[in-house]
């Protein structure tokens, strides 16, 4: 079973990282309130960033990593991920 890791911009531009087995379903979770206290108060929420697991134990883990980091380091990973897609942020 696949697992993502992932990263959400909130609504007052704080983010939240989470592990889930179906990301477009913990989405839709997350904008309808109903996935996490964090997140509920702070809709809409966009998903800017995200990684494959092979296991649920290396997505938490990587979640783990993550979190640790500073708000700066966390805006770097996303943009490198945006960078290396040729994405653009909306």
Known sequence: MIWYVYLLVCSDKSIYTGVTPDLKRRLRQHNAGCASKYTRSRLPVKIVYFEKHT?????LKKEAQIKKLSRKRKIDLYCTYIESRNLFLL
Not at 55 to 59: I, N, V
């Open 55 to 59: 296991s649920k134990s290396s997505a």
